[in-house]
Each structure stands twice: as C-alpha cells, then as structure tokens.
C-alpha cells in the first residue's frame, strides 16, 4: 500500500484531484464533495453562485457567526480562438503561466462537461534563438486537439471554453523518506483546503462535538477570478468572522519555511487580517500541540480579505499549508495537513467568539 493511499487526507485530496475544476466550472467537484458530505451524514445545499454549504447550528446561537471556507476551483486556461487548422489559442484564467504547465497534455471543458484532450504545444526548438525565447506568454502557446473547426463545434468546444491540465498528470506524488516526507501535486491550490474541511466534518460527526458558534463550512466557487462565490456568500450570509482555508505560498517577500508548521496569514494585498484571530487561532493550535507559523504577503489575496473587501465579513483570517511552486507543481510537507485539521477542530469547538 502506498503512502498516498494509507494517508486519509492524501487518498481524500486524490479523490478531489480526479476531476478538473476551472473557475466557473465546479459541477463535478461540488458533485464529489456533496456525495462525501451525504455519505458522512451532513445534508449539504447550494446556493445560487454554484458554493456547496453545510450549516452547522452551534452551541450557542448568539455567538458570533462563522463561516469556514475553502475554495473548488483551479487555475486554468479559457479558449479564445479556433484557428483554421484547428489549433486554439487560450489565456489565462487565474494565475496559470503557460511556462509553469509546460508542453504536454491537457483537458478542455465541452459544453456537457465532456473532456477534449489536447496538448499544450510551444512549436519546434529547431529554429534560430530557439533557445534565447526567454518566457513564453499564451500568445505563443497552442493547443493541439486534432480536431478540425467543425468538429471542434460539433464536441462543444468554442470561445470561453475552460480547459485545465490533464488529470494523469495532477496526481500526487511522495518526495523522500521518513515519517514526514514532501508531498507533489499539481496545485494543493484549494483541493487540500477542501480535503481538510471535509475531514473537520468528518470528525465532528464521528465524534459528536459541534462548533461552539454558529458555524457554515463552504467550499466557494471562482476565487481564483476575483473571489466572486466567497463575496456572494458573506453578503447573502453576512458572517461576523470569515476564515479562508487555503495555501501559504513561499514567496521572496515572506518568511516561511517549508516545513510541518501550518501558516496564519498575517495581511496580504488588500490590508491585515484580524489580530485578534490570529493570537486565538494561535492559542488554539497550541492546544492541539500545533506550533504555527506567521506570513505577512505584500501581494495575493484569499477568500476572506476578498469578502472582507466587499463589505461582507466583519473579522477575516486565512489559515493553511506552506507550499513551494505556487500555481504550479505544488510541494508541501505531508505532517502539515493533520496539524491543520487539529487546529480547526480545536478552535471550531472551543473559540467562544472572544473579542467580537
């Protein structure tokens, strides 16, 4: 038995990683995570921006009102043209560089959702300054599907397709040795958000605790475009706390090792997250026998600073997993994920809603 499969919140993660989840197109994810949550007891809904939610009444109905979100979608690509041989043209969506997925295989989105494999495609290195190109942007990127215009059309493919890399390629592979070993995957980016709150619930429901404060557990659509399922849900619920879920990405600008140690984010580029959250989730993770880490980002942004922004949220924190190689073939250490869970679990049952 592999590492992968013995470890619950890898085999989770693959599981979740199985099906690709461009902004915009969550259906088959939210379908994965609505059959786990069903199958775990919960009666999960959706509400109108396609974020999948699970309320949780907590122990006391006056206290401060949570919401702990992960988000579904993936960096990606959208088609902008269908060329006359047949090749497409695409941009970004998100922050994928097409020097980060590099030339192989990829999956785009028809309309039913049926996958058209492709290949990201750079043309020949046979040519003069071949190797002088510096960094290629998506204006010099093609994508190959052997399909000719009309079949293109006739799968369902056409301008504002989503597409993704393929999903033989995002699987997760284990780095090293010992008892706490590197983790690889394309993007942790938020499948492992998701895969860690869905093991929360898990573990409510096995043992019977709940939240001391009103609780809903969301996992939210398009953040990787602007945050639009999170915004939609603080204003529609308008939370008293909202906690973001997600990566801390190792970057120039912050101090972070790569290591066990989950991360509290500090501020990012739209200002400072809660100190009163921060110093309480501390406490918590102190309690589970978790020692955090602290990163202050002068650029990024999450869920909970874009909701807060809008208006939405009242007091924001973002709490997850140091991972090299943001929005690429992420590495993360494998020790990290159960430390996060423990913290929330012991904050969602123990914060009494101090400092609201």
């Excluded at 984010?265 to 100190?275: C, E, I, N, T, V």
């Amino acid at each position: 038995m592999s590492l992968v499969t013995e470890s619950a919140a890898l085999a989770l993660f693959e599981k979740l990683l199985s099906v690709p989840s461009p902004s915009g197109r969550e259906n088959r994810l939210a379908a994965l995570i609505i059959a786990h949550l069903e199958k775990s007891g919960y009666q999960p809904e959706r509400d109108a921006a396609g974020n999948v939610l699970v309320r949780l009444e907590g122990g006391d109905p006056a206290a401060p009102r949570v919401i702990y979100a992960a988000h579904m979608d993936e960096i990606g690509f959208t088609i902008t043209h269908i060329h006359p041989d047949g090749s497409l043209q695409a941009m970004r969506s998100g922050g994928l560089f097409p020097w980060k997925a590099g030339e192989g295989p990829v999956d785009i989105l028809a309309e039913d959702d049926t996958l058209i494999p492709g290949v990201l495609s750079f043309g020949s290195t046979h040519a003069a300054g071949a190797g002088k190109r510096g960094e290629i942007g998506w204006e010099e990127a093609r994508i190959l599907t052997g399909l000719s215009p009309a079949e293109l059309a006739a799968a369902g493919v056409f301008p504002g397709a989503a597409g993704t890399l393929a999903r033989h390629v995002c699987r997760p592979v284990v780095l090293g040795r010992g008892p706490d070993p590197l983790v690889g995957a394309w993007t942790f980016d938020d499948r492992m958000g998701c895969t860690v709150l869905l093991l929360v619930l898990q573990a409510l429901r096995q043992t019977g605790r709940q939240p001391h404060c009103p609780t809903i557990v969301a996992f939210t659509t398009r953040e990787e475009v602007g945050g639009y399922g999170a915004r939609f849900l603080a204003e529609r619920e308008r939370p008293d706390v909202f906690i973001a879920v997600d990566g801390a990405p190792l970057t120039p600008d912050v101090d972070l090792a790569l290591d066990g140690r989950p991360v509290l984010w500090a501020r990012d580029s739209l200002g400072p997250y809660d100190h009163g959250l921060i110093i309480d989730l501390k406490k918590a993770a102190a309690a589970a026998g978790v020692e955090v880490q602290t990163g202050a980002y002068g650029t990024n942004a999450s869920d909970a600073s874009m909701a807060m922004r809008s208006g939405g949220a009242g007091r924001i924190a973002c709490f997850g997993h140091p991972r090299a190689n943001s929005h690429g073939f992420e590495v993360a250490r494998l020790s990290t994920f159960d430390q996060i869970q423990r913290t929330l679990l012991a904050f969602m049952t123990g914060w009494m809603g101090e400092g609201a």
